[in-house]
């Protein structure tokens, strides 16, 4: 069975960087997308960013150029690097893994000004 873990959230500064962490259990992570998501208060959960088993990323519009996406099969791993942060990013992370419709429990990034 899939279990995502996120780590790495937390308090930032307007301008600022964090990075989050997501571990997957289970087999196969080589060979799936990963995808980060947020969801803010009173808003939609949305799309972040996804990357796929060849390294093919893919960004929401508010966050290209800002943030970035990476992945590390040897330790099932995937991240988000995230910088010039802004208070409208502010929300909870989830490390999601498509095909298996598998979400993490969720990471809080708050940003003030």
């Known amino acids: 069975q899939v279990q995502l873990v996120e780590s790495g959230g937390g308090l930032a500064q307007s301008g600022g960087s964090l990075r989050l962490s997501c571990v997957a259990s289970?087999?196969?992570?080589?060979?799936?997308?990963m995808a980060w998501y947020r969801q803010a208060p009173g808003k939609q959960r949305e799309l972040v960013a996804s990357?796929?088993?060849?390294?093919?990323?893919n960004y929401a519009e508010a966050v290209k150029g800002r943030f970035t996406i990476s992945r590390n099969n040897t330790e099932n791993a995937v991240y988000l690097q995230m910088d010039n942060l802004k208070p409208e990013d502010t929300a909870v992370y989830y490390c999601?893994?498509?095909?298996?419709?598998?979400w993490g429990r969720g990471i809080q990034v708050t940003v003030v000004s």
């Open positions: 990357i796929n088993p060849f390294g093919f990323i």
């Open positions: 999601h893994r498509p095909v298996a419709n598998v």
């Open positions: 289970g087999p196969e992570f080589e060979k799936r997308i």
